[in-house]
């Protein structure tokens, strides 16, 4: 499957317990974005990476959310000391540097905090 | 701050029926639309449109952009019960680097 994976797929933590959640990009691409669909909302834009680099985060929460993409391994979105306004669905794209507009979007990482 | 809105917010249709969904949009600086297709998982990509009355086809599928009006629709021709999902638009803003802005989306249920 050479589409974007995401793991894991469902994800259940207890208040103040950290979530780390994986991306790998589809294959050949170096731009990779994170959004998150809270419960009857829309997907909105969270953090925008290449290897090694954050290049836009200006969709992260200021505290407790942080983002890597290093040079060897999937990105991961990590978020600290949960709380129940956390849980929401979290899903990673990714593009290719020729056309960083098409965003191919994996399955998400379905977040629940108890 | 760039805003999406999709019309309807909800569809119910029967199989073979034709679908028109709405995207109207409000960017400083429009770069591109693009529309997906989300059911239970991942939002799958259909189309990304740049330039005005330039049709996109896909299958029963096709979309156009008009630029004077901020807005695209996307059409589905003789709609099947696996057509049932979210369309989803979202556009780009040249002053806003790669992000997707979205709109809240479109359900649409195709009924045998």
């Known amino acids: 499957n050479a589409g974007v994976m995401q793991n894991p797929r469902h994800l259940v933590r207890r208040r103040g317990q950290e979530a780390r959640l994986r991306c790998s990009p589809m294959k050949g691409h170096s731009h990779v974005y994170w959004y998150r669909q809270l419960p009857e909302e829309g997907l909105k834009f969270m953090v925008y990476?290449?290897?090694?680099?954050?290049?836009?985060e200006s969709g992260m929460p200021k505290e407790r959310f942080s983002a890597e993409f290093p040079k060897e391994g999937p990105s991961i979105l990590r978020i600290q000391q949960v709380v129940r306004g956390d849980s929401a669905a979290y899903f990673c794209?990714?593009?290719?540097?020729?056309?960083?507009?098409?965003?191919?979007f994996g399955p998400g990482t379905r977040l629940t905090v108890l | 701050e760039d805003k999406v809105v999709q019309s309807p917010l909800s569809l119910v249709v029967h199989e073979g029926d034709t679908v028109t969904l709405n995207c109207s949009y409000e960017v400083t600086n429009f770069r591109s639309l693009l529309w997906y297709k989300q059911e239970k998982k991942a939002p799958t990509f259909l189309f990304m449109l740049t330039s005005s009355g330039i049709e996109k086809k896909s299958g029963r599928l096709s979309s156009i952009l008009d630029k004077k009006e901020l807005s695209s629709i996307l059409n589905i021709t003789a709609t099947q019960t696996g057509d049932s999902a979210i369309y989803l638009c979202?556009?780009?803003?040249?002053?806003?680097?790669?992000?997707?802005?979205f709109g809240g989306g479109t359900r649409l249920m195709v009924k045998p």
């Open positions: 979202a556009v780009v803003n040249y002053n806003a680097g790669n992000m997707l802005t």
């Open positions: 990476l290449q290897k090694e680099n954050i290049i836009d």
């Open positions: 794209a990714s593009s290719n540097r020729d056309n960083t507009d098409t965003q191919y």
